[in-house]
């Protein structure tokens, strides 16, 4: 205002100063006007309109004679100063008006009304200026995703997922002193912004939130009880950002995610191994393309003779120093991404060359991914067909998780996969699905019982009871059962007295190349005595 102040008495000095009225100049007088509708609207417009009309009315015509205006004369520019003054600050209150709904638009998501992304950011960024406290209390995230929200828009559609997330935003307000500030992060994703907490209490309020989500929800007048998986965050420093704290809730929630956990605070270690992971992924198709790759063979045995009966292919990465980067390392990532189709198919070529030079059954695993990829599937179907091998030669392992995951879709490429001829394995049996029941609808030719069931086996009765019935159960299907991950001759003569058809480990060898399998096999094979361990097994290669 005091600016505006100003301007109306400079305005007024230079019409005085340049002979009155009479001229131009006070229209000058029109600029603090115009200020005045920018700044404050109609009403300060207005005000200062009525200032500069009462200023140019008391200002003579002409200076120099001291001739006075007319009434008429100074009435009407107080009326235009007011017209104009009127016109502008409603122009001015309209477009900050229409500013301000933007604004409010842009921090409101539409479809559920509740604060947005946008919002989130613009609080956080407030709350993070305040100075961080002595007892440890700082602004405070939980990042809540629906795990479950495929299977509720697939059954109810979009509209159901909205209507679920603001019912869950109103349960969130019943947490009664920890109640935080709601936002919409994404479609199936609530952020929970807290201004002053502590670690334990982020702990205690994400109990409280599964506590919530187990309770019946009601979506398109369905109850439905969610799955949540909880990420937390918590400020460290004055240097924290919005888009840091964000990250490191979200980051802390896949993690937890990628651990079957309900809830996870985050941790540098999760930021560092996402980092690293994201690195390595990065190098894999390289890799692929200079052929750093390479298929390793760990043999199976026939229990009832102790003959190599087949092998497992299990691809290596071989780094710039020759060393080999384990498989745990880089697998589980480039399952969840395209790469797994490439990876695959690599894999496949190699089992299939290395096939026509090898006596015996191979196989290898595929992902849920390759399980669901029908281009894939055709590929190892013409690949086989080229290294002119039988189709019963090659065997597909697909883990049980993976069946699951689709099981009428997973049951439909089994079928196709059969019908090359191509027999089918279960591996890892045992760890997945609760039931057995699903064995009874798919194509497939083997179990393959996870390492699990093995160890124990020579000092644990019941695990000698459990590994019979799990046997049982696939020679009940008429099924090629097979035990992993033998590590004693003990193992391996209760599995043969079990009537376990097949059994690989480290008992016998660990996975080699080629070169070196064959070589085993040969050693293997003309030292084997059917009742005892052969001379060279416990001398054999193992890791």
């Not at 309900?262 to 690293?276: I, L, M």
Request: hydrophobic share 45%.
């Amino acid at each position: 205002m005091l600016i505006l102040l100003t301007l109306l008495a400079l305005g007024a000095a230079i019409v005085y100063a340049t002979g009155g009225t009479r001229y131009a100049y006070p229209y000058l007088m029109l600029i603090p006007v115009l200020l005045g509708a920018a700044w404050y609207g109609m009403s300060g417009a207005l005000l200062v309109a009525l200032a500069a009309g009462l200023l140019m009315g008391v200002m003579p015509m002409t200076v120099a004679t001291g001739e006075p205006q007319s009434t008429l004369n100074w009435l009407m520019r107080l009326v235009m100063f007011l017209l104009i003054g009127g016109f502008a600050g409603g122009l001015f209150s309209r477009l900050r008006w229409s500013r301000a709904e933007s604004d409010r638009a842009s921090r409101i998501d539409p479809r559920s009304g509740l604060p947005n992304e946008v919002a989130l950011e613009s609080d956080l960024g407030r709350s993070l200026k305040q100075p961080l406290r002595e007892d440890g209390r700082a602004t405070g995230l939980i990042l809540a995703r629906i795990a479950d929200i495929n299977d509720i828009l697939e059954a109810l559609g979009a509209d159901a997922s909205d209507e679920l997330v603001v019912a869950l935003s109103e349960r969130f307000a019943q947490l009664g002193p920890w109640q935080g500030s709601s936002y919409r992060f994404s479609g199936a994703e609530l952020m929970l912004l807290y201004r002053s907490v502590n670690r334990e209490e982020l702990h205690r309020i994400a109990e409280r939130i599964m506590g919530l989500g187990e309770e019946n929800l009601a979506a398109m007048d369905v109850p439905i009880r969610v799955q949540l998986v909880l990420g937390s965050s918590l400020q460290q420093a004055d240097t924290d950002t919005p888009g840091s704290l964000i990250r490191e809730a979200r980051i802390a929630m896949l993690a937890a995610t990628e651990k079957h956990r309900h809830h996870c605070h985050f941790e540098p270690s999760y930021a560092q191994r996402s980092v690293q992971t994201i690195r390595l992924i990065s190098q894999v198709r390289r890799g692929l393309e200079q052929r750093e790759f390479e298929l390793h063979y760990q043999p199976k045995l026939r229990l009832a003779d102790g003959r190599v009966c087949g092998c497992e292919g299990l691809i290596r990465w071989r780094d710039a120093q020759g060393g080999l980067i384990a498989p745990g390392l880089f697998m589980p990532k480039v399952e969840n991404t395209t790469l797994i189709a490439p990876v695959t198919r690599f894999v496949a070529t190699e089992a299939c060359a290395f096939a026509d030079r090898f006596d015996g059954r191979i196989s290898i695993n595929v992902s849920v991914r390759n399980l669901l990829d029908d281009d894939l599937l055709q590929e190892i179907k013409a690949l086989i067909h080229e290294a002119g091998i039988p189709s019963s030669q090659l065997e597909i392992e697909i883990t049980e998780s993976a069946l699951m995951y689709d099981m009428f879709a997973a049951k439909q490429a089994l079928e196709r996969i059969r019908g090359f001829g191509v027999r089918v394995s279960i591996d890892d049996f045992g760890t997945g699905f609760a039931s057995f029941e699903y064995l009874r609808h798919l194509p497939i030719t083997g179990l393959k019982i996870d390492r699990a069931f093995v160890n124990g086996l020579e000092e644990d009765e019941r695990a000698r009871k459990l590994m019979t019935c799990l046997v049982d159960v696939g020679h009940a299907l008429d099924l090629e059962v097979t035990a992993e991950g033998v590590e004693t001759f003990a193992q391996h003569c209760i599995l043969r007295e079990l009537g376990c058809d097949q059994a690989q480990g480290f008992l016998y060898a660990k996975a080699l190349p080629a070169e070196e399998l064959q070589q085993w096999c040969r050693q293997h094979d003309s030292g084997w005595l059917n009742d005892q361990a052969p001379a060279d097994l416990y001398s054999s290669p193992r890791n």
